[in-house]
Every structure is written in structure tokens, then in C-alpha cells.
Nanobody
């Protein structure tokens, strides 16, 4: 499975962005998919994840109510809709896929995309 994230950019505080994670490989629909982010000088952290079917979603407390993850398995794509963005959301966002691992821990993910930069100005 190869993943490619896109959709990052620069927005003002309160704005919105939608990230996409496009996957190659017919087995992608078997993988849970997550988004992580890494701000300058900080460790990569969990943001959100979605089960292989899309039936279950998980969010970090810091983004709950503002971010929405979804997936379209027919298009092999996972989306991250980010609303009410804050300066502290500034980071490189990575999508990742795991077949059997825990969705909460980055070490449990099998495949990673290259990252897309989100910058939120105040």
C-alpha cells in the first residue's frame, strides 16, 4: 500500500481545510487509516483514525468537534475535514494505514504517506 497525502496549505485562524489521503493497492479497504501530525520541535501525535469499514472513528481530544475523518473505499481515499482551525493545529499532517495494529499508536501503523503542511495564522 502506498499513501499520498495532499490538501495542506495556509489559512487564518477559524478557517477550514480538507486533507486527502489517496492509496494505491486493492487491499487498502482492509486497513484502518489514521492521521497524525508533527509540529516543529514536537513529537508526532495521533489526530484521528477510521476503521476499515468507516463504521468507527476516533479523535484526539484536541480536535474533537472540529475535525471529521471519512473514507471512500471505492476511491481508495480517506479525508480529513478540518474546521475552526487554530494556530496550534499548525503541523505536518501524515496519513497512515494499519491492518491489525492499534489505531492509537504510530508504531502500530504499517504504511505512511509523505506528509502535507498545514499552517494556521492568528
Amino acid at each position: 500500500v502506498q499513501l499520498q497525502a495532499c490538501g495542506g496549505g495556509s489559512v487564518q485562524s477559524g478557517g477550514s481545510l480538507r486533507l486527502s489521503c489517496a492509496a494505491s493497492g486493492r487491499t487498502f479497504r482492509s486497513y484502518a487509516t489514521g492521521w497524525f501530525r508533527q509540529a516543529p520541535g514536537k513529537e508526532r501525535e495521533f489526530v484521528t483514525a477510521i476503521s476499515w469499514s468507516g463504521g468507527s472513528t476516533y479523535y484526539a481530544d484536541s480536535v474533537k468537534g472540529r475535525f471529521t475523518i471519512s473514507r471512500d473505499n471505492a476511491k481508495n481515499t480517506v479525508y480529513l475535514q478540518m474546521n475552526s482551525l487554530k494556530p496550534e493545529d499548525t503541523a505536518v499532517y501524515y496519513c497512515a494505514a494499519t491492518e491489525y495494529g492499534s489505531i492509537w499508536y504510530l508504531d502500530e501503523y504499517d504504511y505512511w504517506g509523505q506528509g502535507t503542511l498545514v499552517t494556521v495564522s492568528s
